[in-house]
């Protein structure tokens, strides 16, 4: 399929078969999505206009650059576990008012996973991953440095057992920065490929639903820690994880403020929830849309004053990014990914963990449910039949299985707020690319 849309002043042509962005003038966006099908005005293009434009279109066409044929099916899926999430605690010491995981308990006990088995995770990620080289583990919780001993042990463990196979660990941790003090700071950056810091942006904005136990804001309590590890962490890998709720639509603030402290890798996800106050609904889609563009501009204009920091959710590679297989079959969870709860209960994500009809084994057993992973294996970017007509689908790869589920009943089909927010993010991220050429040939 083809899309066209503006930003403003641009006027951009999206191929999805190819993958190839253009920009175009007002004229050959017209007559473009009058091919299309739609119902617009081109009194003022010329006949002679007309002609030259249908033959820069069939140009494109000829090159494989315009209405090329999309990919229609997915390929197989492996059987080969390549990551697990091991939440690690399931307790916490902020009681955030969105929290997905019931604030860390996750509607059940508040527990630790003990080291025997976090073992016994490692032990079925190893025994299940076939011929994979790189797994991956993501210490998560609740607030997973609440039960860190588990957490260094478990590394520890993992390297040696993965180093008498030939394999080798890559570990992530997400925290919340309460007890990220220095010999804590320390391990993580020598040991984790990825940190995850959890910051809403400013103190306002985070203290409103970021609480501790006691009902006080958590920002002082934790931003010269995450400030502070930023600092030791250099060159590697880390994100500043906020979420912006209805309360914050101009959450675009929030992104600049935590640029304007230091941090330089940024994610600001929207809240999924359906607490009436926070949640964000059909009729904040536009302030959302609008508050994209917004920061798209701040964006650029910061990039070309050298202060340029990265947005996770501008970043789209058209060109190189991940392969196509990867996004026609969607996320790995329930088949190649799992979450390990503490007492070592097995499910497809952290966002199913729970929920019993989701519960697919225990790592003490070391067997899965194979119905649910058929479910899951099963599952592509062309199960999702909302997906068809979008133009972002081989982007997006039809969403977040949980997601779908939880607000629609069916891993398949797309919750469409989150599908409007993400249409926008990928026009924006497209502008940006178009942006950075223009600049680099001046």
Do not use: W
């Amino acid at each position: 399929m083809v899309h066209v849309f503006r930003y403003k002043e641009h006027y951009y042509i999206f191929d999805t078969g190819s993958s190839a962005l253009h920009e175009c003038d007002e004229k050959a966006a017209l007559l473009l999505r009058e091919k299309l099908g739609e119902d617009v005005d081109t009194a003022e293009v010329t006949p002679e206009e007309r002609r030259a434009y249908e033959e820069d279109f069939e140009e494109l066409k000829k090159a494989g650059l315009l209405f090329k044929e999309e990919v229609k099916a997915a390929p197989p899926k492996s059987d080969e576990v390549k990551a697990l999430c091991l939440h690690i605690c399931h307790d916490c010491n902020l009681r955030c008012k969105y929290c997905f995981a019931d604030e860390g308990a996750y509607h059940a006990k508040r527990e630790f996973m003990s080291l025997e088995t976090a073992k016994k995770a490692i032990d079925f990620l190893i025994e299940n991953s076939g011929n994979r080289r790189i797994l991956e583990t993501d210490f998560f919780g609740g607030e997973p440095l609440m039960n860190f001993d588990v957490v260094k042990e478990t590394v520890y463990y993992a390297k040696a057992e993965a180093a008498k196979r030939g394999k080798k660990f890559l570990f992530t941790l997400t925290t919340n920065g309460l007890l990220l003090k220095d010999d804590i700071a320390e391990f993580l950056n020598a040991e984790m490929e990825n940190v995850v810091l959890s910051l809403d942006g400013r103190k306002e904005v985070h203290d409103a639903v970021r609480k501790t136990a006691n009902g006080k804001g958590s920002f002082d309590l934790v931003i010269e820690n995450l400030k502070n590890f930023v600092k030791i962490r250099g060159n590697k890998s880390y994100y500043v994880r906020g979420t912006f709720t209805a309360k914050n639509l101009d959450f675009s603030k929030d992104v600049l403020f935590l640029a304007d402290n230091g941090f330089d890798s940024i994610s600001m996800e929207p809240v999924v929830t359906d607490i009436p106050d926070l949640a964000i609904t059909k009729k904040d889609l536009s302030a959302v849309c609008a508050e994209y563009d917004r920061l798209c501009d701040k964006y650029l204009e910061r990039e070309a004053q050298g202060k340029g920091f990265n947005f996770f959710h501008f970043n789209i590679d058209l060109e190189g990014g991940p392969c196509l297989s990867k996004r026609v079959s969607a996320c790995g969870a329930g088949n190649e990914y799992f979450s390990v709860v503490p007492n070592g209960d097995i499910y497809p994500c952290h966002q199913f963990a729970g929920d019993q009809d989701f519960r697919m084994g225990n790592v003490y057993e070391g067997k899965l449910d194979e119905t649910i992973r058929a479910k899951f294996k099963n599952s592509c970017l062309f199960k999702r039949k909302k997906c068809d007509g979008c133009f972002a689908k081989f982007i997006c790869s039809g969403g977040c299985s949980a997601n779908n589920y939880h607000f629609n009943g069916d891993i398949n089909d797309p919750y469409e707020i989150t599908c409007e927010m993400m249409k926008k993010r990928v026009e924006d991220a497209m502008h940006i690319l178009a942006e950075r050429k223009s600049r680099s040939h001046t």
